[in-house]
């Protein structure tokens, strides 16, 4: 039987006031399988997925990202060990402005997994291609538009191999008609068998490509539904109103 | 034709901007009196009054101070690179190779300076009394950056140390520094110095100009790359984090390289203060640019020329800080070309 990718249990993670950004939240991701992350702003969505690669730390549960473990200890090596493994798409793109689209993505590869420059840069090129963007190579950031930067930053995170992708919001900050070339790519790479847990309000999207929905609000699970379910006839009342809202603005 | 209309626009736009009411044609023309006297006077000074045989003569020893005679090809070479080094920059083809070079070429020469000035193998050893002038401002003003550079930069990057003891101790150094008079640090630098080395190591004067202004430059370089520290957003870090790359990597590669060219313009600043500070040490009796003037006014023969020496000395350091001041422009230029937002 295949080994789970993510597995959390219990996570949860307190603020001074006690607030809670995480409250016993589990979950399990297949190899292979895409988990969509919803919920209003302030759900805890986005501190959900970045404790998988030890960007948010919590108080009490336990992680397993890959076979690794991580707790509230927090674990340096143990957390790199992962970030070597695991791909991050943000929503405001992150990419290094002082560096060329190639050297933002062969970086990782030549200074992390001490890869030749020549086949880390060999493979970034394909990854541009695949992205549609390899005439903007030796480009640098701020000359390409938001869905162009977006896709660099998807090649960017696929250069290190990664066998899971984390994508936090990664169109919210897009122009509407820009939106649909990063999703698309974000399609692709599903259809690759490609693992993936995505935080995103595109509905439609979310509809095609997730294998399950998980609905958070106050940083407890509130659902966790096949899509069919979840976006036809979902179980919680607070997801159905939460549909709507997203509904009345789209 | 057309010229005759553009003198008359230019008139009609005299009459609207300088003498629209009788109270600005009273003004206007109370400055014009003003500036034309002013301007007289210089020129006339300049021109007649002027003994500019002072500056003529002792041309050399402006350049290269008590540098031996046959000898002082050796600085001369050096200067005449670092200015054929500054016109390639600016002007030079704009070949790729060329370009990928330049840094090399402008680190290497400070090791060829150092080499033409000291001597050692195959030119006669000199001693660094005998270096002078604009040389020697020069060698003060580019061996001190170098050397504050990455000085300032570990300052900045202790000073945001997660570590408290390291973040006070370099807290404690830019404010001590930056609370001292520069001329202080210096006295300092040639006076104890001396007195704390042990018995038998003696650094000489140069070198200890050269320590001195490092040491305070630095403070102040810290707090520049500092503020470029700072305005580099947090999620650069997250990004580069959630790539693997480590701590040191992440200061390295993704840290400084921003740090810098946001600190670019207010680097520049230090170093065109330093190029003008360095005329303490003329005081302090290192005979550089200032020196030479000084110690050429005490010669008899010049006795009361002040004005024209000091004329002389603003139009040089003037020449040399725009030399500068273009270069940084142009690097600017260079380093933000691709980024117009950060």
Known sequence: ?250 | MLNFTLIKIFFKKLRKTLFSNSFNTIISLLLIVITYLFCLNTFKWLIYNANWEVITSNLPLYAFGSFPADERWRPAAWLISLLVLSLVTLFGPKWKWLHKNLLIAWASTIPLGLYLLYGGIGLSPIMSRHWGGLTLTILLTVCSSILSLPLGIILALCRQSSIPLIQKLSSIYIDVMRAIPLIAVLFFGQLLIPLFLPVGIEIDRVWRAIFAFTLFVSAYIAEDIRGGLQSIPNTQIEAANSLGLNQYQIIQLILIPQALRIALPALTNQSIGLFQNTSLMAILGLVELLGVGRSILANPEFIGEYIEVYVWLACVYWSVCTIMAVLARYLEKRMTINQANF
């Not at chain 1, 060990?81 to 190639?102: A, K």
């Open chain 1, 1 to 250: 039987m295949k080994q789970p990718i993510v597995i959390a249990k219990n996570l949860t993670k307190s603020y001074t006031k006690g607030l809670r950004a995480l409250d016993n939240v589990s979950l399990t991701v297949n190899q292979g399988k895409v988990l969509v992350v919803m919920g209003p702003s302030g759900s805890g969505k986005s501190t959900l997925i970045r404790t998988f690669n030890g960007l948010e730390t919590f108080d009490r549960g336990e992680l397993n990202v890959l076979g690794i473990k991580i707790d509230s200890t927090h674990d340096e090596r143990q957390i790199q060990r992962i970030r070597r493994r695991v791909g991050m798409v943000f929503q405001q793109f992150n990419l290094f402005p002082h560096l060329s689209i190639l050297e933002n993505i062969t970086l990782a590869p030549i200074n992390v997994q001490k890869r030749r420059q020549i086949d880390a840069e060999e493979y970034a090129m394909y990854l541009l291609n695949q992205m549609g963007i390899d005439s903007h190579a030796n480009k640098y950031p701020s000359q390409l538009s938001g869905g162009e930067q977006q896709r660099v930053a998807i090649a960017r995170a696929l250069a290190l191999k990664p066998e899971l992708l984390l994508f936090d919001e990664p169109t919210s900050a897009l122009d509407p008609e820009r939106i649909n070339e990063v999703l698309d790519a974000i399609r692709r790479l599903a259809e690759q068998g490609m693992t993936m847990v995505v935080v995103t309000h595109e509905v439609g999207f979310a509809k095609d490509v997730s294998d399950q929905v998980l609905f958070m609000d106050s940083g407890k699970v509130i659902e966790k539904s096949t899509p069919d379910i979840f976006f036809s006839n979902a179980r919680h009342e607070r997801s159905r109103k939460f549909l709507n809202q997203l509904d009345k603005h789209s």
